[in-house]
Structure formats: structure tokens, C-alpha cells
């Protein structure tokens, strides 16, 4: 089981910026993506962005295509999240999650994180 631990989370103004990370407690495998998924105030939980290691090929939801980028850093064996243009709408607590399959589908995701806390405010 791969431990991840998340940082970065705070409180912006709308229009923001703000840069997460997900420090997973052991190497990739082969196989590993990363993804990350967020919970709004009574909302479900939504997928946000997924990055496969290796060759990182990355996705988007709609809603932060454009405004978000997902990338790793090998050497740091770290991913992370570029938050730009934030909206209220992207208030929420954001999760990394691992897993192997190239999937917006969180149920495919084995391991994740406690989460981390973004407030934009207006």
C-alpha cells in the first residue's frame, strides 16, 4: 500500500494561484498514476487530474483544463498540481490518489491521501 501525503492547501483570492503536492511514501511502479480529486461543500467527490510516471501523459476535467497543470518530479518522486485562476468553485479539500489505471474513475484508485484544504475566496 503507497502512502501519500498532500501539502500546499491554503486560502486565496479569487484569481489565485496555488501549487499542491503529493509525496507518496515509496517509488512509482511502472504502472503508477497519480491523480488528484476533489470535495466541495456538499458536493461528491470529483475528479480533478491525472498524470501516468512514466512518459507522463496527463487528463483533465473540463472544469480545470487550461487553468490547472498536473506534473511529476522524479528525482523529488513528487506530483503536483498548478492551481491558476482560481474560482470559488474550486473550494473544496483536495485529494492525491494512486493507482494503475488510466482512469477518471476514482473507485480504480487503491491508495490515498488525507487530503488538504483550498479556500478561494471572493
Known amino acids: 500500500q503507497v502512502q501519500l501525503v498532500e501539502s500546499g492547501g491554503g486560502s486565496v483570492q479569487a484569481g489565485g494561484s496555488l501549487r499542491l503536492s503529493c509525496k507518496p511514501s515509496q517509488r512509482p511502479y511502472n504502472r503508477s498514476i497519480y491523480a488528484w480529486f476533489r470535495q466541495g461543500p456538499r458536493k461528491e467527490r470529483e475528479f480533478v487530474a491525472l498524470?501516468?510516471?512514466?512518459?507522463?501523459?496527463?487528463f483533465y476535467a473540463d472544469s480545470v483544463k487550461g487553468r490547472f497543470t498536473i506534473s511529476r518530479d522524479n528525482p523529488a518522486n513528487t506530483v503536483y498540481l498548478q492551481m491558476s485562476s482560481l474560482n470559488t468553485e474550486d473550494t473544496g479539500v483536495y485529494f492525491c490518489?494512486?493507482?494503475?489505471?488510466?482512469?477518471?474513475?476514482?473507485?480504480?484508485?487503491?491508495?490515498w491521501g488525507q487530503g488538504t484544504q483550498v479556500t478561494v475566496a471572493s
Open positions: 498524470i501516468r510516471w512514466h512518459g507522463g501523459s496527463a
Open positions: 490518489a494512486h493507482g494503475t489505471q488510466y482512469t477518471a474513475n476514482q473507485a480504480a484508485y487503491d491508495d
